[in-house]
């Protein structure tokens, strides 16, 4: 089975090859294609790769290439974590923002959205790509902003795109665990967007373990969204919230501690990953230990401006190993083998959501088979977060209509109607800040 990894130089690659090395199952992946638009990027990558699989037996087979074509035919797997305009795009997108006093956080708010105009245009075309070069692929959509991304591919590809997050998976880990359940053997009721959902349930044999968990302040705050968000408000909302609403509920605290971090996030990030890159262009230093060294810094660091806000001091050691990858691989299990499993994924609506119409793209869990993925029924949302949710949606809905028409009064429509940008005028500020600093948004006219 082969599989194409579009951003297939990416830092975060390695956790897929390494999911796939201990796959030994018939009908595994076999063959891996990397792709991206930096050659660079890609021999760095496919050095940590090949020291990943140094001693695995029949280890899958790694190709490279920057022709997306070339990469894209014949795949039975299209998994894509693309980054257009870099870490420096994402810096800019930050920086942006921060200076009109709003968020420039990547997936949320006005960074969100910026990196969501330059993105889609990319995302399109791969999927009408796709769809002529490999239709009988199924993709697998990591791309940030995952539901948005998710969502334009699949005007094009329909329920053969699904989109992957590996917050929903931590969230319901972290729960089971201070619950004292198994992860694997517990049922999450999450229900939202992407970055924009809540944990409403989480049942073990049948019986709903979560009220037990919010009626005891000491075990409810023993973890780190307890420690995010604060006891007396999780117990408030009756559910246990996405870090990312952390955004949200607590904008003014975040936008100041980014505006008096040092470095933003993206920032930081730019800078590690180039040391990392040109570190790993010397053939004398170990590949994979790198890379190793580079990812427990780049865990250990996530969100420390909102923890640090919040006084939640450092992430638990067992949130430091990713899960998307763990995702992705019981997603192409389950459908190339009909393996059927439930996992919390980002796929259209289909009914499942009442507020919101058929072809929206929700994240909740799904069962998935060789059919592919089809989301749970859930019950309603409490008026405070279909608030948000309907307000983020159509804020996504106006993104996507901006791409396709190229229409700057657009842009600004989706910037001004966004619950964290309180100005139109702030709005009309960022489209002309975000333009003059991305010439992949030039197409904004």
Known sequence: MKLTILGGGGFRVPLVYGALLGDRAEGRVTHVVLHDVDAGRLRAIARVLAEQAAGVSDAPEVTATTDLDEALRGADFVFSAIRVGGLEGRAHDERVALAEGVLGQETVGAGGIAYGLRTVPVAVDIARRVARLAPDAWVINFTNPAGLVTEAMSRHLGDRVIGICDSPVGLGRRIARVLGARPREAWVDYVGLNHLGWVRGLRVAGRDELPRLLADPSLLGSFEEGRLFGTEWLRSLGSIPNEYLHYYYFNREAVHAYQEAKRTRGAFLR????????????????????????????EATYMAENRETAGAG???????????????????????????????????????LSPLDAEAVIEVPCL???????????DPLPGHAIGLVCAVKAVEREVLAAARSGSRETAVKAFALHPLVDSVNVARRLVDGYTAAHPGLAYLG
């Open 271 to 298: 800078d590690q990953q180039a040391r990392f890159y040109a570190g790993v262009a010397d053939t004398a230093v170990p590949a994979l230990d790198l890379w190793d060294r580079t990812r427990a810094e780049r």
């Open 314 to 352: 450092d992430r638990e050691e067992e949130d430091l190993s990713g899960g998307y990858e763990d995702v992705a691989l019981a997603l192409m299990r389950a459908v190339a083998r009909d393996e059927r499993t439930t996992l919390i994924l980002n796929v259209r609506n289909r009914g499942t």
């Open 368 to 378: 998935v088979d060789a059919s592919g993925a089809h989301p749970v029924s859930v």
